[in-house]
Each structure stands twice: as structure tokens, then as C-alpha cells.
């Protein structure tokens, strides 16, 4: 009888290679049609590879992603929004089946489309009426469980720069509107908005580039925390960029020469120091992404960018600044685009653990749209790791890859708490208590993850990789 071997992985300070470059291809490119906007990457179909929903030619189309350079040929999705150009478009699960919807609400006509995931890139259009005249210009769309009844809520801002809630029924529909009382959400923040738990008491906030709107839970935010920073804001992300374990706000913006300003926070929630990377001259950067391009567990940027030297010269391009851990980035890697860029998005979209670019580009002729696209580019870096052993009696785990249990050897008494992030740095599960030599992550979907382990005599840093 063959002995059986179990393979035995120890956890180490995993390192990025100093010398390791970060590569990306040449573009690839898909043409959609003559438009190309509201560009949303996420997986609809729950086969673990990345797919893009566009608005394109005034339809809805989804392109499923096979893990490869090029996806597969769009599926026109039923809506009933007129003005898809311009109009608002979220995704999450609003009738609480475990998949992915669309929500989608007409600019002109105060049409709020719903379409209903089937988990397999199935959908079913429902369409509900807004009731007042001031949701018909809606600029952003978040949908998220805001007055914590289990049923995910819709919360739109509008061009008159006010926010509008709409809370959800759980079955697909919601309920009338309300437009939100908050000085903060009422005082010009316009179309860019973040939504998630900024203080960590359990109910989602609404963060704009003039500051933060706390939730209390119920669907209303009481308070809010004023944020100066003195500038016109294109996009925005927020996350913690300096790792000191807050979350920090970089912010694209315009003027005579656009900059790139990342505004550090501190354990309050204000906004300490700032640095700022200006553009060339005439060059604006619009679109702003976060995600860990080199895997070395660091936070960075990338931006799309329009250039008009107003002498007949207009070029486009996608920056990428490599963040050192410490709140300041390298010098950009410069990545040509040829068309203007509309939105910008990261994801693993080859299922290679790397994270790639992808945006959807408009070209315009006198003001007219003529050809829209899908550009990729893909991560083509080496990612060595120089790895350093910590205490290898204490800890392993195994397998890895794996298909959902994962198993270490050590004292778990001596570990404090577990926490596992994904490749754009968000915290994707964290255990804090009842730790046994068995750990459970079938809920994972299959990608790379950070796994870090929080002990008595330090911290040990994993990347793991999940295969069903």
C-alpha cells in the first residue's frame, strides 16, 4: 500500500522580489459598438472568472469572461431605460437568492430597471417607476443594505447634487424615496460616492470627496466628519495606503494641471497630511483604481488620463503607481490608450493571480461618439518572492492549493485572529474566535488570497490559493 503524503506549506514574511518589475501587455481591445460606459466587472455567471457589464449603443451588454485574452460575444440584457448613455448603473443582490442583479435607473426618464441574476447569466427585467422628478437625473448608484433589515437598499445621487434612498422590499422592488437630510449630502459632493462601514459600528456610511455621512442603521446619517480638500474631484478611492491600519483618500483631480493627491488619515478619521503627484501639463486624470499589481501585500493606483495640448494634440493613457507601503508611489508605468478613457476598473480577468487593468474607451468626432472599447491590459510581471522563515516549528498550513478546508499545524491557542484578504487588498474574512486546526473557506470563490495570521510571538503573512 503506497504511503500517503500530505503536502505541508509553511507560513512565511512573504516579500516582493525588489527587483521584479511590474509588466503589462501590449492593449487588447474589444469594440462594442459606437459608446462604451458604465463599465462594472464581477463574476454573474459564478464560474470564478471575471465578466464585464458596458452600456453600449444604448443597450446593456455582458461579456462573460473564460479566463482567457479575449471574452466571449456579448449578451444584450433586456431593459427598458432609454437614455442608457447616461444613465446610473449599480450591481448587488436584491432579492436575496445569492447572485448578482443589475440595477440600473434612466437618466432622463426616473426608470428604475431591475434585472434579476439567475447565477448563470440569466435575467428577468423588472421595471418600477420612480415617484418624484428629482430622481431623473441621477449621477451615482450604490445598492446596499442601509437600515440593516437583511433587504439590499438603493441610494442615488443626483445632478442637483442631493442623495435620494430607496429601500429595498427583498423582492426585487423598493419602496418610495426619500431624499436624505445631512448638510454633507446636500452641499455640491455630485456624482462620486463610496459606500461602506467607515467607524466599524455595523451600519453602512456614504463617504464623498467633502467628507464622511455616518449611517445610524436605519437608513438616515445623523452625523458626518467635513473633509477640506480644496480641490475638484474627478474620482476617488479610499483605503489605507500607508499601512498605519487607516484608511486614507486619494483623489483624482483637474485644474491648469491635474494631480493625483493621496490625504492620509489618522486614527480619527481626520485627514493629517497630504502629498500630491502632479500630471504634465494639460494632462487630467479622470478614472482612479486601487489594487496590489506586484503582490507584496502594499496598496496601488491606477489612473486614466486625457492630454489636450489645445494646439490639436490630444492623447490618452493609463498611469500605474506602485505604492512603497509608506503613503508615496513610484514613478508611473505609462500604458497608451487611443481613444478617450470613460471608466477604469482592476481584477484578476485571466485567473492568473495577477491583477490586470481594464477600461472602456470612447472615441469622439465633433462631440459625437464613433467607436467605443473594452481595453485590457494584462499583468505580465514575474512575481518572484524572496521568502523568509518565521518560526517554522510553530505554524503550516495545508493544502495549497485547496478546494475549501485548509488545516495548519502549531499552538492555535497562541493566534489572536485570522484575517484573509483578496488581491485588491480588501478584507475578504476574518476569525477572531473558536480557531481550531481546521479552518473552513468554501465560501470563498477561486482566486489568490493573503492569509494573515495574527499570534502571540508575531504576524505570519500567506498567500493561498483557493481551487474547487
Given amino acids: 500500500m503506497k504511503k500517503k503524503h500530505s503536502l505541508k506549506l509553511f507560513f512565511f514574511f512573504i516579500v516582493a522580489n525588489i527587483n521584479a518589475q511590474v509588466t503589462f501587455s501590449l492593449p487588447v481591445k474589444t469594440i462594442t459598438g459606437t459608446t462604451a460606459r458604465e463599465l462594472i466587472v464581477a463574476d454573474f455567471n459564478n464560474d470564478g472568472k471575471q465578466d464585464f457589464i458596458i452600456c453600449a ?13 479575449t471574452p466571449t460575444t456579448p449578451i444584450t440584457l433586456p431593459t427598458s431605460a432609454i437614455y442608457l448613455a447616461s444613465s446610473a448603473l449599480a450591481i448587488g443582490d436584491v432579492n436575496n437568492d445569492g447572485n448578482l442583479d443589475i440595477i440600473i435607473h434612466d437618466r432622463n426618464f426616473g426608470v428604475l430597471d431591475t434585472l434579476i441574476g439567475n447565477g448563470q447569466a440569466g435575467f428577468v427585467l423588472l421595471t418600477q417607476s420612480t415617484l418624484t422628478s428629482e430622481f431623473h437625473s441621477p449621477s451615482g448608484i450604490k445598492c446596499l443594505d442601509f437600515n440593516n433589515d437583511g433587504n439590499s437598499d438603493i441610494l442615488i445621487s443626483t445632478q442637483g447634487s442631493y442623495f435620494r434612498i430607496s429601500f429595498g422590499i427583498g423582492d426585487g422592488t423598493f419602496q418610495n424615496s426619500i431624499n436624505l437630510v445631512n448638510p454633507l449630502l446636500n452641499s455640491g459632493t455630485g456624482a462620486n460616492f463610496m459606500v461602506e462601514d467607515c467607524n466599524d459600528d455595523g451600519n453602512i456610511d456614504v463617504v464623498t470627496v467633502n467628507g464622511i455621512a455616518y449611517g445610524n442603521g436605519l437608513g438616515s446619517f445623523s452625523n458626518s466628519l467635513s473633509i477640506n480638500t480644496s480641490t475638484f474631484s474627478n474620482d476617488f478611492v479610499r483605503d489605507d495606503f500607508n499601512n498605519d491600519g487607516f484608511k486614507d483618500l486619494a483623489i483624482s483631480s483637474n ?47 491606477a489612473t486614466c488620463n486625457y492630454t489636450n495640448d489645445y ?3 490630444i492623447n490618452y493613457s493609463v498611469s500605474v503607481y506602485i ?42 468626432q465633433s462631440a459625437i461618439p464613433t467607436v467605443g472599447k473594452l481595453v485590457r491590459f494584462f499583468n505580465t510581471s514575474d512575481l518572484s518572492y524572496s521568502q523568509f522563515s518565521q518560526n517554522e516549528n510553530k505554524f503550516s498550513i495545508y493544502p495549497n ?40 473557506l468554501n465560501d470563498l470563490i477561486d482566486g489568490s488570497y493573503f492569509v494573515k495570521i495574527e499570534t502571540a510571538s508575531g504576524t505570519f503573512n500567506q498567500k493561498l490559493i483557493i481551487k474547487k
Fill in 311 to 313: 494646439n490639436g494634440t
Fill in 255 to 301: 485644474g491648469v494641471t491635474g494631480n493625483l493627491t493621496l490625504y492620509l488619515s489618522n486614527y480619527s478619521g481626520d485627514l493629517v497630511s497630504s502629498t500630491s503627484i502632479n500630471y504634465d501639463v494639460n494632462t487630467i486624470p479622470e478614472g482612479i483604481a486601487k489594487g496590489d499589481f506586484n503582490n507584496d501585500g502594499i496598496l496601488d493606483i
Fill in 57 to 69: 449603443d444604448n443597450t446593456l451588454k455582458l461579456y462573460l469572461g473564460n479566463g482567457t485574452y
Fill in 323 to 364: 505604492g512603497s507601503g509608506s503613503g508615496n508611489f513610484n514613478n508611473p508605468i505609462q500604458l497608451p490608450l487611443d481613444a478617450y478613457p470613460i471608466n477604469i476598473a482592476i481584477s484578476d480577468l485571466n485567473s492568473d493571480g495577477k491583477l490586470d487593468i481594464v477600461v472602456a474607451t470612447t472615441t469622439f
Fill in 401 to 440: 492549493p485547496s478546494s475549501g478546508i485548509v488545516q495548519f499545524t502549531g499552538d492555535e491557542s497562541l493566534v489572536k485572529q485570522i484575517k484573509i484578504y483578496d488581491n485588491l487588498g480588501r478584507l475578504i474574512k476574518q476569525i477572531n474566535e473558536r480557531i481550531s486546526k481546521n479552518i473552513n
